[in-house]
Protein backbone atom coordinates (compact mmCIF):
# COMPACT_ATOMS: atom_id res chain seq x y z
CA UNK A 1 0.00 0.00 0.00
CA UNK A 2 1.57 3.49 -0.49
CA UNK A 3 1.44 6.35 1.62
CA UNK A 4 -1.13 8.01 -0.22
CA UNK A 5 -3.59 5.37 0.13
CA UNK A 6 -2.80 5.16 3.96
CA UNK A 7 -3.31 8.41 4.55
CA UNK A 8 -6.28 8.49 2.64
CA UNK A 9 -7.21 5.62 4.45
CA UNK A 10 -6.22 6.76 7.99
CA UNK A 11 -8.77 10.26 7.01
CA UNK A 12 -11.32 7.53 6.09
CA UNK A 13 -11.37 5.85 9.19
CA UNK A 14 -11.43 9.20 11.15
CA UNK A 15 -13.91 10.78 9.11
CA UNK A 16 -16.00 7.23 9.77
CA UNK A 17 -15.03 7.67 13.84
CA UNK A 18 -16.88 11.69 13.71
CA UNK A 19 -19.95 10.29 11.93
CA UNK A 20 -20.69 7.71 14.13
CA UNK A 21 -20.26 10.49 17.51
CA UNK A 22 -22.70 12.47 15.83
CA UNK A 23 -24.83 9.71 15.48
CA UNK A 24 -24.92 8.80 18.57
CA UNK A 25 -25.72 12.21 19.86
CA UNK A 26 -28.12 12.78 18.23
CA UNK A 27 -30.43 9.33 19.05
CA UNK A 28 -30.02 9.99 22.44
CA UNK A 29 -30.54 7.53 24.87
CA UNK A 30 -28.08 4.77 24.01
CA UNK A 31 -29.18 0.66 23.56
CA UNK A 32 -27.86 -1.18 26.21
CA UNK A 33 -27.54 -4.93 24.82
CA UNK A 34 -24.80 -7.66 25.59
CA UNK A 35 -25.29 -11.00 24.33
CA UNK A 36 -24.03 -13.03 27.24
CA UNK A 37 -24.65 -12.38 31.03
CA UNK A 38 -21.35 -11.78 33.34
CA UNK A 39 -20.88 -14.97 35.59
CA UNK A 40 -21.65 -13.98 39.27
CA UNK A 41 -18.63 -14.28 41.07
CA UNK A 42 -17.45 -13.92 44.91
CA UNK A 43 -19.22 -10.66 46.35
CA UNK A 44 -15.74 -10.90 48.59
CA UNK A 45 -13.85 -9.50 46.01
CA UNK A 46 -15.71 -6.39 45.91
CA UNK A 47 -14.68 -3.04 46.79
CA UNK A 48 -14.28 -1.38 50.49
CA UNK A 49 -17.77 0.04 51.80
CA UNK A 50 -18.70 3.61 50.90
CA UNK A 51 -19.13 6.15 52.88
CA UNK A 52 -21.42 5.16 55.09
CA UNK A 53 -20.03 1.49 54.95
CA UNK A 54 -22.63 -1.58 56.14
CA UNK A 55 -24.16 0.54 58.94
CA UNK A 56 -27.47 2.44 58.01
CA UNK A 57 -28.99 5.21 60.70
CA UNK A 58 -31.89 3.33 61.28
CA UNK A 59 -34.79 4.23 61.42
CA UNK A 60 -34.23 5.52 57.94
CA UNK A 61 -36.22 9.26 57.79
CA UNK A 62 -36.57 9.64 53.90
CA UNK A 63 -38.28 11.59 51.59
CA UNK A 64 -38.54 10.33 48.22
CA UNK A 65 -36.55 13.52 46.22
CA UNK A 66 -38.18 14.24 42.54
CA UNK A 67 -35.31 15.15 39.84
CA UNK A 68 -36.73 17.99 37.78
CA UNK A 69 -35.15 21.50 36.66
CA UNK A 70 -31.38 21.80 38.24
CA UNK A 71 -31.63 23.11 41.68
CA UNK A 72 -29.60 25.29 44.21
CA UNK A 73 -28.67 24.98 47.78
CA UNK A 74 -31.89 26.37 48.91
CA UNK A 75 -33.59 23.63 47.48
CA UNK A 76 -32.67 21.40 50.14
CA UNK A 77 -32.54 23.80 53.38
CA UNK A 78 -35.55 22.64 54.55
CA UNK A 79 -34.78 19.15 54.96
CA UNK A 80 -32.78 18.64 58.34
CA UNK A 81 -35.70 20.86 59.97
CA UNK A 82 -38.22 18.36 59.06
CA UNK A 83 -35.64 15.51 60.84
CA UNK A 84 -35.11 14.17 56.93
CA UNK A 85 -31.74 12.17 57.64
CA UNK A 86 -32.12 10.49 53.42
CA UNK A 87 -33.61 11.42 50.26
CA UNK A 88 -33.80 8.50 47.04
CA UNK A 89 -32.98 9.81 44.25
CA UNK A 90 -34.66 7.76 41.13
CA UNK A 91 -32.80 7.90 37.62
CA UNK A 92 -34.69 6.06 34.71
CA UNK A 93 -34.12 3.45 31.86
CA UNK A 94 -36.54 3.09 29.26
CA UNK A 95 -38.45 0.13 27.57
CA UNK A 96 -40.00 0.09 24.16
CA UNK A 97 -42.33 -2.91 25.40
CA UNK A 98 -43.52 -4.81 27.94
CA UNK A 99 -42.06 -8.15 26.27
CA UNK A 100 -39.21 -6.41 24.39
CA UNK A 101 -35.73 -7.07 26.10
CA UNK A 102 -33.80 -3.78 24.70
CA UNK A 103 -33.01 -1.45 27.43
CA UNK A 104 -32.23 2.10 26.56
CA UNK A 105 -30.63 4.34 29.59
CA UNK A 106 -30.84 8.38 29.35
CA UNK A 107 -27.97 9.28 31.75
CA UNK A 108 -27.07 12.42 29.90
CA UNK A 109 -28.43 14.29 26.78
CA UNK A 110 -31.93 14.38 26.50
CA UNK A 111 -33.21 14.01 30.11
CA UNK A 112 -34.21 15.94 32.91
CA UNK A 113 -31.06 17.31 34.93
CA UNK A 114 -32.43 15.81 38.17
CA UNK A 115 -32.13 12.78 37.02
CA UNK A 116 -29.24 12.34 34.38
CA UNK A 117 -25.64 11.29 35.96
CA UNK A 118 -24.75 15.40 36.71
CA UNK A 119 -28.03 16.30 38.09
CA UNK A 120 -27.73 12.96 40.72
CA UNK A 121 -24.40 13.91 41.75
CA UNK A 122 -24.59 17.39 42.66
CA UNK A 123 -28.36 17.06 44.67
CA UNK A 124 -25.92 14.36 46.65
CA UNK A 125 -23.30 16.53 47.32
CA UNK A 126 -26.29 19.56 48.39
CA UNK A 127 -27.75 16.82 50.18
CA UNK A 128 -24.93 15.58 51.93
CA UNK A 129 -23.43 19.34 53.04
CA UNK A 130 -26.64 19.50 54.65
CA UNK A 131 -26.32 15.70 56.91
CA UNK A 132 -28.52 14.23 54.44
CA UNK A 133 -27.52 10.77 52.79
CA UNK A 134 -28.85 9.32 49.63
CA UNK A 135 -30.65 6.08 48.38
CA UNK A 136 -29.83 6.08 44.43
CA UNK A 137 -32.89 3.41 43.28
CA UNK A 138 -32.45 3.35 39.81
CA UNK A 139 -36.21 2.85 37.90
CA UNK A 140 -37.17 1.31 34.62
CA UNK A 141 -40.17 2.57 32.69
CA UNK A 142 -42.50 1.44 30.21
CA UNK A 143 -44.71 4.09 28.32
CA UNK A 144 -48.26 3.68 29.11
CA UNK A 145 -47.38 0.66 31.33
CA UNK A 146 -46.24 -0.73 34.65
CA UNK A 147 -43.03 -2.36 34.57
CA UNK A 148 -44.41 -4.75 37.47
CA UNK A 149 -45.49 -6.55 34.04
CA UNK A 150 -42.73 -6.86 32.20
CA UNK A 151 -42.03 -10.50 31.21
CA UNK A 152 -40.19 -11.87 28.16
CA UNK A 153 -41.68 -14.52 25.91
CA UNK A 154 -38.18 -16.65 25.80
CA UNK A 155 -35.38 -17.65 27.70
CA UNK A 156 -32.78 -16.29 24.66
CA UNK A 157 -35.09 -12.83 25.43
CA UNK A 158 -34.86 -13.52 29.43
CA UNK A 159 -31.12 -13.70 28.92
CA UNK A 160 -30.56 -10.84 26.79
CA UNK A 161 -32.71 -8.68 29.12
CA UNK A 162 -30.63 -9.39 32.27
CA UNK A 163 -27.68 -8.97 30.32
CA UNK A 164 -28.73 -5.08 29.20
CA UNK A 165 -30.14 -4.47 32.72
CA UNK A 166 -26.74 -5.57 34.19
CA UNK A 167 -25.08 -3.11 32.06
CA UNK A 168 -27.43 -0.43 33.05
CA UNK A 169 -27.31 -1.16 36.91
CA UNK A 170 -23.61 -1.58 36.69
CA UNK A 171 -23.27 2.25 35.72
CA UNK A 172 -24.70 3.27 38.77
CA UNK A 173 -23.47 1.31 40.53
CA UNK A 174 -20.28 2.31 39.56
CA UNK A 175 -21.78 6.14 40.03
CA UNK A 176 -22.86 5.38 43.63
CA UNK A 177 -19.49 4.10 44.40
CA UNK A 178 -17.42 6.73 43.01
CA UNK A 179 -19.81 9.54 44.46
CA UNK A 180 -20.10 7.78 48.05
CA UNK A 181 -23.78 7.27 47.58
CA UNK A 182 -24.92 5.95 51.09
CA UNK A 183 -26.60 3.04 49.55
CA UNK A 184 -28.05 2.00 46.63
CA UNK A 185 -31.21 -0.39 45.65
CA UNK A 186 -30.55 -2.61 42.21
CA UNK A 187 -33.78 -2.79 40.88
CA UNK A 188 -37.48 -1.20 42.03
CA UNK A 189 -40.97 -2.84 41.24
CA UNK A 190 -39.82 -5.63 38.75
CA UNK A 191 -42.46 -8.29 39.61
CA UNK A 192 -42.30 -10.67 37.05
CA UNK A 193 -38.91 -10.72 36.99
CA UNK A 194 -38.15 -11.03 40.53
CA UNK A 195 -39.55 -15.16 40.12
CA UNK A 196 -35.86 -15.61 38.69
CA UNK A 197 -33.96 -15.96 41.62
CA UNK A 198 -30.62 -17.14 39.95
CA UNK A 199 -30.41 -14.18 37.45
CA UNK A 200 -30.68 -11.53 40.53
CA UNK A 201 -28.24 -13.49 42.15
CA UNK A 202 -26.09 -12.75 39.52
CA UNK A 203 -26.84 -9.48 39.29
CA UNK A 204 -26.36 -8.76 43.15
CA UNK A 205 -23.17 -10.62 42.83
CA UNK A 206 -22.21 -8.06 39.83
CA UNK A 207 -23.05 -4.85 41.90
CA UNK A 208 -21.07 -6.23 44.98
CA UNK A 209 -18.00 -6.59 42.66
CA UNK A 210 -18.01 -2.32 42.37
CA UNK A 211 -20.30 -0.63 44.89
CA UNK A 212 -19.05 -1.26 48.44
CA UNK A 213 -22.38 0.15 50.10
CA UNK A 214 -25.33 -1.02 51.53
CA UNK A 215 -27.82 -2.82 48.81
CA UNK A 216 -31.79 -3.40 48.77
CA UNK A 217 -34.12 -4.31 45.95
CA UNK A 218 -37.72 -2.37 46.19
CA UNK A 219 -40.08 -4.52 45.93
CA UNK A 220 -43.76 -3.60 44.74
CA UNK A 221 -46.44 -3.93 48.37
CA UNK A 222 -47.63 -7.37 46.10
CA UNK A 223 -44.40 -9.15 45.92
CA UNK A 224 -42.44 -8.78 48.67
CA UNK A 225 -43.29 -12.23 50.21
CA UNK A 226 -42.10 -14.35 47.49
CA UNK A 227 -38.74 -12.91 47.03
CA UNK A 228 -36.18 -15.81 48.06
CA UNK A 229 -33.01 -13.30 47.20
CA UNK A 230 -33.50 -11.21 50.00
CA UNK A 231 -30.58 -12.64 51.84
CA UNK A 232 -28.21 -11.36 49.05
CA UNK A 233 -29.49 -8.41 50.04
CA UNK A 234 -28.61 -5.60 53.14
CA UNK A 235 -32.69 -4.58 53.65
CA UNK A 236 -36.31 -5.33 52.23
CA UNK A 237 -37.64 -2.38 50.37
CA UNK A 238 -41.33 -2.19 50.18
CA UNK A 239 -43.04 0.14 48.13
CA UNK A 240 -46.15 0.23 50.18
CA UNK A 241 -48.62 1.38 48.33
CA UNK A 242 -51.11 -1.29 50.13
CA UNK A 243 -55.08 -0.66 50.20
CA UNK A 244 -56.33 0.30 53.40
CA UNK A 245 -60.25 0.27 52.87
CA UNK A 246 -62.66 0.92 50.40
CA UNK A 247 -64.42 4.00 51.71
CA UNK A 248 -64.25 7.26 51.08
CA UNK A 249 -63.31 8.45 54.72
CA UNK A 250 -62.24 5.68 56.72
CA UNK A 251 -61.90 7.02 60.32
CA UNK A 252 -57.95 6.61 61.74
CA UNK A 253 -58.78 3.51 63.58
CA UNK A 254 -59.58 1.76 60.76
CA UNK A 255 -56.59 2.84 58.88
CA UNK A 256 -54.90 1.28 61.95
CA UNK A 257 -56.92 -2.31 62.07
CA UNK A 258 -56.36 -2.01 57.69
CA UNK A 259 -52.45 -2.28 58.47
CA UNK A 260 -52.28 -4.71 61.08
CA UNK A 261 -52.29 -7.81 59.41
CA UNK A 262 -49.98 -6.30 56.98
CA UNK A 263 -47.99 -5.55 60.01
CA UNK A 264 -47.86 -9.07 61.05
CA UNK A 265 -46.70 -10.41 57.38
CA UNK A 266 -44.06 -8.16 57.40
CA UNK A 267 -42.81 -8.87 60.95
CA UNK A 268 -42.91 -12.85 60.19
CA UNK A 269 -40.41 -11.57 56.69
CA UNK A 270 -38.55 -10.02 58.67
CA UNK A 271 -37.79 -12.74 61.11
CA UNK A 272 -37.77 -15.34 58.37
CA UNK A 273 -34.81 -13.48 56.49
CA UNK A 274 -33.25 -11.80 59.15
CA UNK A 275 -33.59 -8.06 57.39
CA UNK A 276 -35.04 -5.02 58.66
CA UNK A 277 -38.26 -3.79 56.35
CA UNK A 278 -37.55 -0.26 55.09
CA UNK A 279 -40.85 1.59 53.30
CA UNK A 280 -38.54 2.82 49.92
CA UNK A 281 -41.91 4.34 49.25
CA UNK A 282 -44.66 5.09 50.86
CA UNK A 283 -47.34 7.78 50.66
CA UNK A 284 -51.12 8.70 49.95
CA UNK A 285 -52.76 11.70 47.85
CA UNK A 286 -54.99 14.36 49.71
CA UNK A 287 -57.95 13.05 48.26
CA UNK A 288 -61.47 11.68 49.06
CA UNK A 289 -61.50 8.26 48.87
CA UNK A 290 -57.46 8.04 48.10
CA UNK A 291 -56.20 4.45 50.60
CA UNK A 292 -58.64 2.45 48.07
CA UNK A 293 -55.77 2.28 45.24
CA UNK A 294 -53.17 4.37 46.56
CA UNK A 295 -51.25 3.58 44.20
CA UNK A 296 -52.72 5.21 41.12
CA UNK A 297 -52.14 8.58 39.86
CA UNK A 298 -55.15 10.40 38.98
CA UNK A 299 -56.09 13.18 41.46
CA UNK A 300 -59.94 13.57 40.29
CA UNK A 301 -61.94 14.21 43.38
CA UNK A 302 -62.81 15.85 46.72
CA UNK A 303 -59.71 17.65 48.61
CA UNK A 304 -59.37 15.64 51.44
CA UNK A 305 -56.57 17.09 53.45
CA UNK A 306 -57.32 15.31 56.81
CA UNK A 307 -57.12 11.96 55.28
CA UNK A 308 -53.85 11.99 54.18
CA UNK A 309 -52.91 13.68 57.77
CA UNK A 310 -54.42 10.20 59.34
CA UNK A 311 -52.85 7.70 56.51
CA UNK A 312 -49.28 9.34 57.76
CA UNK A 313 -50.63 9.03 61.70
CA UNK A 314 -51.80 5.55 60.95
CA UNK A 315 -48.76 4.23 59.58
CA UNK A 316 -46.17 5.96 61.98
CA UNK A 317 -48.31 3.76 64.96
CA UNK A 318 -48.21 1.14 63.67
CA UNK A 319 -44.55 0.53 62.20
CA UNK A 320 -42.20 3.13 63.94
CA UNK A 321 -41.10 1.64 66.95
CA UNK A 322 -41.39 -2.04 65.85
CA UNK A 323 -37.35 -3.12 66.02
CA UNK A 324 -37.33 -5.14 63.06
CA UNK A 325 -38.59 -2.05 61.11
CA UNK A 326 -36.04 0.76 59.20
CA UNK A 327 -38.14 3.70 57.92
CA UNK A 328 -39.61 5.15 55.62
CA UNK A 329 -38.96 7.12 52.42
CA UNK A 330 -42.24 9.39 52.22
CA UNK A 331 -43.40 9.77 48.51
CA UNK A 332 -43.04 12.10 47.47
CA UNK A 333 -41.10 15.94 47.50
CA UNK A 334 -41.19 18.35 44.94
CA UNK A 335 -38.04 20.78 45.06
CA UNK A 336 -39.31 23.68 43.30
CA UNK A 337 -42.54 24.06 45.47
CA UNK A 338 -40.67 25.80 47.71
CA UNK A 339 -42.41 26.56 51.84
CA UNK A 340 -45.55 28.06 50.92
CA UNK A 341 -48.01 27.99 53.08
CA UNK A 342 -50.37 25.81 50.56
CA UNK A 343 -48.68 23.95 47.70
CA UNK A 344 -49.84 25.15 44.14
CA UNK A 345 -53.01 23.87 42.70
CA UNK A 346 -51.75 21.23 41.09
CA UNK A 347 -50.33 19.46 43.85
CA UNK A 348 -53.38 20.33 46.09
CA UNK A 349 -54.52 16.84 45.85
CA UNK A 350 -51.71 14.49 44.82
CA UNK A 351 -49.07 12.64 47.33
CA UNK A 352 -46.77 15.83 48.33
CA UNK A 353 -47.14 16.55 52.15
CA UNK A 354 -45.99 20.29 51.46
CA UNK A 355 -47.55 22.51 52.65
CA UNK A 356 -49.87 20.16 54.00
CA UNK A 357 -51.02 18.72 57.79
CA UNK A 358 -49.42 15.39 56.97
CA UNK A 359 -46.17 17.36 56.67
CA UNK A 360 -46.44 18.09 60.32
CA UNK A 361 -47.09 14.74 61.30
CA UNK A 362 -43.82 13.69 59.41
CA UNK A 363 -41.98 16.39 60.74
CA UNK A 364 -42.59 15.37 64.56
CA UNK A 365 -41.95 11.62 63.96
CA UNK A 366 -38.71 12.97 62.22
CA UNK A 367 -37.28 15.42 64.38
CA UNK A 368 -38.65 14.53 67.52
CA UNK A 369 -38.85 10.24 67.55
CA UNK A 370 -37.10 8.86 71.08
CA UNK A 371 -36.42 6.16 69.39
CA UNK A 372 -32.72 5.50 68.84
CA UNK A 373 -30.88 5.02 65.99
CA UNK A 374 -29.47 1.51 65.39
CA UNK A 375 -26.40 0.64 63.41
CA UNK A 376 -25.95 -2.34 61.11
CA UNK A 377 -27.60 -3.97 58.62
CA UNK A 378 -29.78 -6.63 60.86
CA UNK A 379 -31.52 -6.97 63.61
CA UNK A 380 -31.53 -8.86 66.68
Not at 80 to 87: A, E, Q, T
Not at 172 to 184: G, I, K, P, T, V
Not at 340 to 369: C, I, N, W
Request: aromatic share 12%; net charge positive; hydrophobic share 45%.
Amino acid sequence: MTRRARRRLALTGVLLVLLACVALWRLGPVLLWRAVPVAASAAASGPRAVAAGAALDYPLRGLCWEGGRRIGPEALEPLPGLGVRWISQTPFGWCPALDSPALYMASEGHVLWGESDTGLIETARLARARGVRTLLKPHLWVRRAWVGQLEMRSEADWQAFFGAYETFIVHYAELAQREHFEALAVGTELMRTTRRDADWRRIVARVRQVYGGPLTYCAAWNEVESIAFWDALDFIGVQAYYPLGTSARPAPDEIRSAWAPIAERLQALAARTGRRVVFTEAGYKSLAGGLAEPWEWSTEGDLDLALQRDAYQALFDVFWERPWFGGTFMWKWHPQVGRPAQPPERHARDFTPQGKPALEVMRRVYAESAAAAAPGARFN
